[in-house]
């Protein structure tokens, strides 16, 4: 009758000739086996009746009591539960404590299952009544994210420019594999560039238009090699629009146009691009004396990022706009 409340773990596992022990009429709400060490065993009296034990799903002290149960007087009746409320004043086996089910638990599952009840009946509700405007919703922030700063990383691009061309033209594709590829890719005293052709990096087995959308999202700059631009068709054309994608979703223009034919300078395009950018047309001079400023600058067009290269105005609008 001490109201005590609480025994240090190991207080009486010194006590080696203890034999009797009422610790009965306090307020002891746990009975622990680590309270007496080995001792526990060698106890013929431990009377622990008249204590407001906590009788909780899974208590630890019905099985140690149950262990030692013969030096426990009165252990069916005497001993008795003090909480909760629907088992105070009866004995600690009035249920089996070991296989009663978790009352927080129970109502986490109720909870649980009417969530997923609730949801179930929900979602094919808001599917019939606004379906449409959900999808679309969605579709609009996955647009808006770009505009928020989520940028591609240049460290994360895997080429440095993809190379679009027409292969009908010969002249065309010997001058990419032969002069183009040789140059950039394998020029000596400065760092390669890794160029994305198409008959060399694209993926078998993927569509066309897969292998095009991974080229242009995976390179830094697009360069188009053009012998003329009266008639642009076929993959030029949707490579330049997914370009012009590019452009309004990353604010940065990504078109180099390299020209081969000098007749191609009065195309409109080419000299509204000039104005606009001029560092991202050029034209490939048939005297040797001006090919090695052309690769120079070519070089240069390719490596530098558009928003120091160029111009504010051929980044696209800004966020001000």
Known sequence: RNSIIFVVPGFFALATRLRELNLSANALRTVEPSWFGFLAGSLEVLDVSANPLHCACGAAFVDFLLQVQAAVPGLPS?????????????????????LCLDESLSWDCFGLSLL??????????????????LWY??????????????????????????????????AVADWVYNELRVRLEERRGRRALRLCLEERDWLPGKTLFE???AS??????MLFVLAHTDQVSGLLRA????????????????????????DARRSRYVRLRQRLCRQSVLFWPHQPSGQ????????????RDTATSIPDFCRGPTMAE
């Open 292 to 303: 090695c400023s052309f690769w120079a600058q070519l070089g240069m067009a390719l490596t």
């Open 239 to 262: 490579s330049f629009l997914l370009a012009q994608q590019r452009l309004l979703e990353d604010r940065k223009d990504v078109v180099v146009l390299v020209i081969l034919r000098p």
């Open 211 to 213: 292998n095009l959308w």
């Open 216 to 221: 242009v999202y995976s390179s830094r700059k």
């Open 137 to 170: 919703c969605f579709h609009l922030g996955l647009a808006w994210l770009p505009r928020r700063g989520w940028q591609r990383g240049a460290d994360a691009l895997s080429y440095d420019a993809f190379v679009v061309f027409d292969k009908a033209q010969s």
């Open 116 to 133: 997923v009840v609730a949801l179930g009946l929900a979602m094919p509700m808001l599917h019939h009544l606004c379906g449409w405007d």
């Open 78 to 98: 005497r001993v008795k539960c003090g909480s909760p409320g629907q088992l105070q004043g009866r004995s600690i086996f009035a249920q089996d404590l070991r």
